[in-house]
C-alpha cells in the first residue's frame, strides 16, 4: 500500500489549496478514504472521509461549508479541496485508507499547510 500526499504549501489567510493523494497497492476505488491534520502540538484529527462506492462525504464540523473530497477511482487519487482557509488550518495533512481484512490503518507522508499572512 502506498499513499503518497501533494500540494501542501504556503497560503494567506482567505486563500486556497487543492491537495492530492495518490493510491497505489490496494483496490482504490473499493475503499473509503479520508483526511487527517496534525496541526503544531495537537493530535491527530479527522477532516473529511468519501466512501466507496456511494461518494458518500462527511466532514468534521471546523471544516464544513470550506473543505470539499472527492475521487478520481480511474487515477486512483483523492483530493481535498480547501478554501476560505484560516491560521487554525496549519497542520500536516495526511491521507489515510483503511487495509485488508484486518482494516490496518494506511497512512501517506503527509504534507504540509501553513496559512499565514
Known amino acids: 500500500v502506498q499513499l503518497v500526499e501533494s500540494g501542501g504549501g504556503l497560503v494567506q489567510p482567505g486563500g486556497s489549496l487543492r491537495l492530492s493523494c495518490a493510491a497505489s497497492g490496494f483496490p482504490f476505488s473499493r475503499s473509503d478514504m479520508s483526511w487527517y491534520r496534525q496541526g503544531p502540538g ?12 456511494r461518494n458518500n462525504e462527511n466532514y468534521a464540523d471546523f471544516v464544513k461549508g470550506r ?3 472527492s475521487r478520481d477511482n480511474a487515477r486512483n487519487t483523492v483530493y481535498l479541496q480547501m478554501n476560505s482557509l484560516k491560521p487554525e ?5 495526511y491521507c489515510h485508507t483503511l487495509y485488508g481484512p484486518s482494516r490496518r490503518d494506511e497512512w501517506g507522508q503527509g504534507t504540509q499547510v501553513i496559512v499565514s499572512s
Open 42 to 53: 495537537k493530535e491527530r484529527e479527522l477532516v473529511a472521509t468519501i466512501s466507496s462506492p
Open 89 to 93: 488550518d496549519t497542520a500536516v495533512y
Open 67 to 69: 473543505f470539499t473530497i
